[in-house]
C-alpha cells in the first residue's frame, strides 16, 4: 500500500489527488499540508486520517492537533520534513508558487517519487530539481500528456514538442483588456482551476511557464517548444516527428486522469473519468497565438533562454502581479508590464544555488511591491 504526501490537499489539484486515492483504495495518506482552509482540511483529516498534517495557521494547528490527536504543523519548514517522510513513496507537490521548491527538493533528496503539479518549482530551479530526473512524474496535463508521447520512443526522433493552449477567456474577446474584471478574468472555458493559475491562463503566462517546464522535463532547447491554441482542450500535447508526422494525446478535460498516472506510473489502471467521445467533440481547431494581446508567453520564452535569475524573477514578480490583479491594485494589462521590468532588472546568467534562488525570488518580489506602489 503506497503512502502518499499531498502537499496543497486544500487547493485544486489536492482535492481531486483525494478524489483519485478514494477510487483507489490501495494507496493510503500519510500526510497532508494545506494553506489556510481550515474547514477542508478537518473534514480531509477525518476522512482520511493522515498521519501528520500542516496547516498555515497557528490557532487552526493547535484546534486540529486537540480534535484529532495528531502532529499538526503551523509552518512552511515543516512541508520538507513532511516531504522526506521516511514512511512516505509518494509525493504529490501541488503547492502554489516557489514556495514548492524546498520541500520537493526534500523529497527527491531523500529517494521519494514526486508528482509534480507545481510547475513554479522548475521554472525556479530546473536545474537542481533534474538532477533527480528518474523520480519526477509530471501532473500537467500538458506534461504528463508529453511524458505519455515519449514513453518507449528514442529522443533523435522528434523534432519539436508542441504544446496546446486553450486561449483562455479572452480569446475571442473584442473589447480593451485593459478594463476586463476579475471575474471575466477567472471565467475559463475548460478547465477548472485555482484563481492564480486561472489568471496565468488568461494572460497565457501558464503556457509560458510550462514551455520553460518542457524545457527542463524533457531537456529540448527553446527553439524546438512550440506553442498553439486549440480551444477545445481535447488534444493536450503533441511530438511532431523528424518525418513530420504528429503524436498526439487526447483524453477528456480533467485533471484526475494525469493526476492518477503520476501515481501509478508506469500501470495505466482503469479510471473513474469518461471515455472521451469523439464523436461527442465533433470537430477540433487550431489557432496561432496573438502575441501582441498576450505578451506573457514571450516574457516566458525570453527568460527561458536568458537563464540565471530572469526565469526566478519572472515567477516572482508574476506571482506578485496575479495577486495584485486579484485584489484590485493593477489592470489585467499591467501584469506583463510590472513582470518584464522586474524580469529585466536582473542580468546574471549563472546556475544559481537554492539559496541564491531564494535571494533572488525575495528581491523580485519586493522589486514587484515597489513597482505596484
Known amino acids: 500500500m503506497p503512502n502518499v504526501v499531498i502537499l496543497g490537499s486544500t487547493g485544486s489539484i489536492g482535492t481531486q489527488t483525494l478524489e483519485v486515492i478514494r477510487y483507489l483504495p490501495e494507496f493510503k495518506v500519510l500526510g497532508l499540508a494545506a494553506g489556510s482552509n481550515y474547514e477542508l482540511m478537518r473534514s480531509q483529516i477525518a476522512e482520511f486520517k493522515p498521519a501528520f498534517a500542516s496547516i498555515d495557521n497557528e490557532s487552526y494547528a493547535r484546534a486540529l492537533r486537540e480534535e484529532f490527536s495528531l502532529p499538526v504543523y503551523a509552518d512552511s519548514d515543516h512541508l520538507c520534513a513532511m516531504a522526506a517522510d521516511p514512511r512516505a513513496d509518494v509525493v504529490v507537490v501541488a503547492l502554489v508558487g516557489a514556495i514548492g521548491l524546498k520541500p520537493t527538493l526534500a523529497a527527491l533528496e531523500a529517494g521519494k517519487r514526486v508528482a509534480l503539479a507545481n510547475k513554479e518549482t522548475l521554472v525556479a530551479g530546473g536545474h537542481l530539481v533534474m538532477q533527480y530526473r528518474e523520480q519526477i512524474i509530471p501532473i500537467d496535463s500538458e506534461h504528463s500528456a508529453l511524458w505519455q508521447c515519449f514513453y518507449g520512443r528514442e529522443r533523435d526522433q522528434v523534432d519539436k514538442i508542441v504544446l496546446t493552449a486553450s486561449g483562455g477567456p479572452f480569446r475571442k474577446f473584442k473589447g480593451s483588456l485593459e478594463t476586463v474584471t ?152 499591467q501584469i506583463p508590464q510590472l513582470v518584464e521590468e522586474v524580469m529585466e532588472s536582473f542580468t546574471d546568467k549563472s546556475f544559481p544555488s537554492l539559496e541564491e534562488i531564494l535571494a533572488v525570488d525575495r528581491e523580485a518580489r519586493e522589486r514587484a511591491r515597489e513597482w505596484i506602489g
Open 182 to 333: 476579475v471575474e471575466q478574468a477567472l471565467a475559463h472555458p475548460s478547465w477548472d482551476m485555482g484563481s492564480k493559475i486561472t489568471i496565468d491562463s488568461a494572460t497565457l503566462m501558464n503556457k509560458g511557464l510550462e514551455v520553460i517546464e518542457a524545457h527542463w522535463l524533457f531537456d529540448f532547447p527553446y527553439d524546438r517548444i512550440e506553442v498553439i491554441i486549440h480551444p477545445e482542450s481535447i488534444i493536450h500535447s503533441m511530438l511532431r516527428l523528424r518525418d513530420g508526422a504528429l503524436i498526439a494525446h487526447l483524453g477528456t478535460t480533467d485533471m484526475r486522469l494525469p493526476i492518477q498516472y503520476s501515481l501509478t506510473y508506469p500501470s495505466v489502471v482503469p479510471s473513474q473519468v469518461e471515455p472521451l467521445d469523439l464523436a461527442g467533440v465533433g470537430s477540433l481547431h487550431f489557432e496561432e497565438v496573438d502575441h501582441k494581446r498576450f505578451p506573457s508567453l514571450q516574457l516566458a520564452y525570453r527568460a527561458g533562454c536568458h537563464g540565471g535569475a530572469q526565469p526566478i524573477a519572472l515567477n516572482a514578480a508574476n506571482e506578485i502581479a496575479v495577486s495584485a490583479f486579484l485584489q484590485g491594485e493593477i489592470k489585467f494589462t
